[in-house]
């Protein structure tokens, strides 16, 4: 069975930079996009560091409270920080998510809700 991921970065080097060191994972349909600024308001993220079995904190002086991209993005702004303004969308054998995810909490990257569950 595959499984979706979305990773949320403020910058396009990063989310492909990922994007290259999960190839060793089996995943596929990978894609980096832009976010578009309207398209925010309903996804719930975290940093990846702070994935675990309980709260998220903060990392590198960003949020680590659950809250929308939007959201995340008017305090990152308001603190004169970099948007989360690009995703890595991609698909990964179910069997590979600990691994995958393990890799991700390595970056300053944004993840959905869901991934923590």
């Given at each position: 069975m595959t499984i979706k991921m979305?990773?949320?970065f403020?910058?396009?080097?990063?989310a492909?930079?990922?994007?290259?060191?999960l190839k060793k994972f089996g995943i596929?349909?990978?894609?980096?996009e832009r976010v578009p600024e309207d398209g925010s308001k309903e996804i719930v993220v975290i940093p990846a560091a702070g994935i675990s079995g309980g709260s998220a904190t903060g990392q590198g002086g960003h949020p680590g409270i659950f809250q929308s991209l939007s959201k995340l993005r008017e305090t990152m702004t308001a603190d004169k920080g970099s948007h989360a303004d690009y995703v890595l969308e991609f698909e990964a054998p179910e069997e590979n998510k600990q691994a995958i995810v393990e890799k991700i909490k390595q970056t300053e990257g944004y993840v959905t809700?869901?991934?923590t569950e």
């Open positions: 979305s990773v949320y403020q910058n396009e080097n990063d492909e930079s990922l994007s290259a060191s596929n349909n990978e894609r980096v809700k869901d991934m």
